[in-house]
């Protein structure tokens, strides 16, 4: 073989090869397209599947909520239907109802249900009722001194009202009651950053 046909067989292996490392670069470049195209996909039908349970979630409690309505207004003397119902408006999505709802039941049964109590409580405080809220949320506590929602709730409208001493003492109630909880754990963190802005304030003054 002479020297001329030995560089044409080297120039045709040389373009071989590259044209392999091309094809394989570009079939490593298609994977990779195409696993994050899927995982695209993927997530968007995650989020699809995730949005369309909630809707069928939000739909059974509409139906639960319109039949315990019906027996309701068959039976207005059935002040234990007050509670759900009002749980039920307040998870769909209809919190001026709710508030209505659990009034009712607090008026009528004296709050004997803490949870429906310290939720009402914390509804009116939300919507405008500051004191009767914290009244309310205080009655929930002597109710039920270990209720860690209540405690929390205290602590919040503390730190709302600038109380940041009483509102640390609130969270440090909420995470004796039940530190492993998952009040109990953000009662934690909230302690700490609580603690750091009366430590900022008090470098402030002086």
């Avoid at 009651?177 to 700490?192: C, F, N, Q, Y």
Wanted: hydrophobic fraction near 40%; charge should be positive; aromatic fraction near 6%.
């Amino acid at each position: 073989m002479n020297h001329r046909l030995v560089l044409i067989a080297l120039a045709i292996g040389v373009a071989i090869g590259s044209f392999v490392v091309r094809r394989a670069i570009v079939a490593q470049q298609e994977q990779i397209g195409r696993q994050r195209y899927g995982q695209q996909i993927s997530e968007q039908l995650e989020q699809i599947h995730a949005s369309q349970q909630a809707q069928q979630r939000l739909q059974q409690k509409r139906a639960v909520l319109a039949e315990l309505l019906d027996s309701l207004a068959n039976n207005p003397q059935d002040t234990a239907l007050l509670v759900p119902v009002g749980k039920l408006m307040l998870e769909t999505g209809d919190t001026l109802g709710a508030i209505a709802y659990y009034g009712r039941y607090v008026d009528s049964a004296g709050g004997a249900d803490v949870v429906a109590l310290a939720d009402y409580a914390f509804l009116l405080y939300a919507t405008g009722e500051r004191e009767r809220g914290r009244r309310l949320t205080q009655r929930a506590i002597e109710m039920a001194p270990q209720y860690q929602i209540a405690l929390y709730n205290m602590a919040v409208m503390a730190y709302d009202r600038g109380d940041i001493r009483g509102a640390i003492g609130w969270m440090e109630r909420c995470r004796r009651a039940d530190s492993a909880s998952t009040l109990g754990k953000m009662s934690v963190r909230a302690i700490e950053q609580l603690r750091s802005m009366l430590d900022t304030s008090s470098n402030r003054t002086r």
